[in-house]
């Protein structure tokens, strides 16, 4: 049975914070289910952009999307959770991926390391927040119980087994490093290749739960460019520079990419979930009108 749809929007800008309550309100009024903030240096800090968020808003979920691990101390990231989650009355949401643009470690004076000890480090601090409920030094305690739910993002078979065992929600990057170029640029995976992807990922989640569902509640996507257009080929022919190794068909049949009229839109992720099984589909901050229309087309589905 296919996990009804839901819908979230990466929220990218601050300019003031009348500015932002006012967009945490009107996303919320468009009918997205879960307000996001992303972890990059240079965008806004997300804990307190979130507790903002809440204040502004009554239906939504919030979430983080996706802390980088490698910014945070293990313990005292669980500490910002929990107060988190109790500030906004439990409507928390944690993402946390293991970080891949070295420039902003850098800038902060942290180690990048190599994939396996970024790895590694998220490794520790997921075992880190999964002691949270049972810790009797914590206080406050989370609203959600035993914690919020885990979203864990990638690509890599470690990140994707981790995931499996300890996750909610699973969302897919559908992107790697772009060979030979600074570290951080990433080029899009064939919707073939994501597949397969996602094809591991339910193997790991089999194994982690034998006998089992073997998967979590949702699986999630992040779409990168939402366009209203009545040629969907022109479009695709002008991205084609951020996937060189795709063909144009591939490119129109990625998630990634949706371009069409918003019904054609609705038609596409009917389509990916039928195809991958991803349910919960996010949107950045500069598609979130855009993307409203296709909201409205898959409300109930």
């Known amino acids: 049975m ?26 919320e009024r468009l009918g997205y289910d879960v307000l996001l903030v992303p972890d990059h240096l240079g965008l806004p800090a997300p804990f307190p952009a979130l507790i903002a968020a809440a204040e502004a808003t ?12 490698g910014f945070w101390n ?3 990231l669980a500490r910002e959770v929990a107060t988190c989650d109790t500030l906004t009355g439990g409507r928390l949401e944690l993402g946390l991926g293991a970080g891949y643009v070295k420039a902003e470690h850098d800038s902060a004076g942290l180690p990048f390391g190599s994939p396996r000890e970024r790895v590694d480090h998220l490794e520790q601090t ?4 999964e002691r949270l409920p049972i810790d009797p030094e914590q206080r406050p305690r989370p609203a959600q119980t035993p914690r919020p739910p885990l979203l864990l993002g990638g690509n890599g078979d470690r990140l994707l087994r981790l995931a499996a065992r300890h996750a909610e929600i699973a969302a897919f ?7 030979g170029k600074p570290p951080g640029t990433m080029h899009l995976i064939s919707p073939e290749a994501l597949e397969e992807r996602v094809a591991t990922y339910r193997r790991f ?7 089992g569902a073997g998967e979590p509640a949702e699986l999630n996507y992040l779409i990168q460019v939402v366009s ?15 996937a060189p190794d795709l063909s144009e068909d591939q490119l129109l049949a990625h998630p990634a990419l949706l371009l069409g009229s918003p019904k054609d839109m609705a ?3 009917r389509a990916h979930r039928e195809r991958f099984g991803f349910s919960y589909f996010t949107v950045l901050d500069p598609n979130m009108e855009a993307f409203a229309p296709v909201i409205e087309e898959l409300r109930g589905s």
């Open 2 to 27: 296919a996990w009804p749809f839901r819908f979230g929007v990466n929220l990218l800008t601050l300019e003031s914070g009348s500015a932002w309550r006012e967009k945490c309100h009107r996303a």
């Open 205 to 211: 989640a089999a194994e982690a739960e034998p006998g």
């Open 74 to 76: 293990p313990t005292l």
């Open 58 to 69: 009554e239906r939504p979920r919030l979430g983080t999307f996706v802390l980088n691990a």
């Open 173 to 179: 990057t559908g992107a790697v490093q772009a060979p």
């Open 267 to 269: 038609d596409q992720l």
């Open 126 to 129: 997921v075992h880190v927040l």
């Open 228 to 242: 209203d257009t009545d040629d969907p080929r022109a479009t695709a022919r002008e991205l084609a520079r951020y």
